[in-house]
């Protein structure tokens, strides 16, 4: 018989679970609530999003059941984000009554000793924003710096780890590379005026945050997604060095070394998509403000190979000009989901990390496995998820072994732990471990429920 291993982690280990706001709380028409970007974009073309759903999760009203089920897992960390269109409906005037409800939902949280990790934006640019050309404006940096400002003091003496942005860069790429976001059009040059928009958004935020002197902790969580080359010929190698860049190194960069990765410059001045950047911008790029921790969401690793085309065009997206996707014929794919289950990535990316950035604190923001019809496993009532178990153990793994390699890796978050709304995605793939039904909005705990339980009691498990 196998001898069985004990896979462990430290006592304070962050063990939790991650969400947004504008996935989970509903409420479109309280506290005075402007419409984001996808209230907008639902309610103009509904049928773009999975089965016409919109969120039906209801924090807003319920949040208390939500936190009793949080309790009730026995993590000890949670993550969601204040919704920038319910606390400043207009961009300028705080809504009372959304103060009041974000206060009693963190006051809740707290009150069951949960860590309360708040995000301050989820892909939720307001409308009014929006059309004024959103993040490819200066405007933008301007109003979210007063929005950060003002989360900061009304909720500074209660949330223990604020994060300024989660993954800023996929609405960059989904928005203005591809068309799985507004504004859906494919242009290069608005698309890196966004990114580092959306990069000085967050160096104000900290800015402003470091002035207030509070006690806790701020960060920004990315995706970092391993880039693995197809194989190790220079054109390969040359691919993977772009995405590398453009899919993370333009934000970790100048967060951690003060600097825009030096060959992302050069490309942009020869290509014509250079972005504007102020005096001040520059000098607060370089000045290394810093951060206090790094989230990390993996949820599989970016495969690609030489590009076919390469001449530079403005109106296409890079993928294909600079690197080609690469379809590795080894690979294991989440058929629900079509994405690569690849538990090695979640070391590889810590160990880049450590080795290229001097070993920053960082957690797992966001892991987790999506799948479609889950019904389909149900017995006597319950969903029998072993697979998820299965991905949260092999991820854990990985993860363990990184720390036991000195990655300063804090936590693990995954995602999620109520089944919720994703975007055009809406309620096809499910992610949780407690499942939602739909129409009568009644939880049920999914069989990964009791073994995360058991993880996040004992921070540890049999392999
Ligand atoms: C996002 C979530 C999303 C999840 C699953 C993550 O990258 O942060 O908002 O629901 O992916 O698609």
């Known amino acids: 018989m196998k001898k069985s291993n004990k896979i462990q982690f430290n006592k304070d280990f962050f063990v939790g679970t991650a969400f947004s706001g504008t996935q989970t709380e509903s409420g479109f028409n309280l506290d005075h609530k402007s419409e984001s970007v996808w209230d907008l974009w639902y309610r103009t073309e509904p049928n773009k999003f999975f089965n016409q759903m919109n969120v039906v999760n209801n924090a807003r009203l319920d949040y208390k ?93 209660i949330v223990d780890k604020w994060f300024t942005f989660n993954e800023p860069l996929v609405p960059v790429e989904m928005g203005y590379l591809n068309t799985f976001h507004l504004p859906g059009k494919i242009d290069v040059k608005k698309a890196m005026q966004s990114m580092h928009n959306y990069l000085m958004s967050h160096l104000f935020a900290v800015r402003e945050f470091k002035k207030l002197n509070l006690k806790t902790e701020i960060g920004i969580i990315l995706n970092i997604t391993p880039v693995i080359p197809r194989s190790n010929s220079k054109e390969d190698l040359e691919a993977k060095e772009f995405a590398d860049i453009f899919f993370y190194d333009c934000f970790l960069s100048p967060i951690y070394k003060g600097k825009y990765p030096d060959k992302l410059i050069e490309h942009a001045k020869v290509n014509g998509y250079m972005w504007e950047q102020t005096e001040e911008e520059i000098e607060l790029i370089n000045s290394k403000i810093g951060i206090d921790i790094l989230g990390l969401n993996y949820y599989q690793p970016r495969r690609v190979q030489a590009a076919h085309n390469k001449e530079f065009v403005l109106d296409k997206p890079i993928e294909g000009q600079l690197f080609d996707n690469y379809k590795y014929p080894d690979a294991i794919i989440n058929k629900h989901r079509g994405w690569e289950i690849y538990p090695k990535g979640i070391y590889d990316m810590l160990i880049s990390i450590k080795e290229n950035y001097n070993n920053p604190k960082v957690f797992i923001a966001e892991n987790g496995i999506g799948v479609e019809n889950e019904s389909k496993f149900e017995k006597n009532g319950m969903i029998q998820d072993d697979y998820r178990i299965d991905f949260f153990k092999e991820h854990l793994k990985e993860v363990n072994k990184a720390i036991s390699e000195g990655s300063n890796c804090v936590g693990y978050h995954i995602w999620t732990f109520i089944d919720n709304w994703s975007w055009l995605n809406a309620y096809k793939n499910r992610y949780g471990v407690i499942s939602l039904d739909i129409k009568s909005g009644k939880l049920s705990n999914k069989l990964s429920f009791d073994w995360f339980k058991n993880f996040a009691i004992e921070r540890g498990f049999d392999e």
């Open 65 to 157: 059941k939500q936190i009793a089920k949080a309790e009730e897992l026995s993590i000890n960390s949670m993550r969601t984000s204040i919704q920038w269109t319910r606390l400043i409906p207009d961009g300028e005037n705080v809504s009372e009554e959304a103060v009041k409800y974000y206060r009693n939902y963190f006051e809740e949280i707290k009150s069951k000793g949960i860590d309360l990790f708040v995000n301050l934006f989820h892909f939720d640019t307001p409308a009014w924003l929006y059309e004024k050309g959103g993040f490819e404006t200066k405007e933008a940096i301007v109003k979210y710096t007063i929005y950060a400002k003002k989360a900061f003091e009304l909720f500074g003496d």
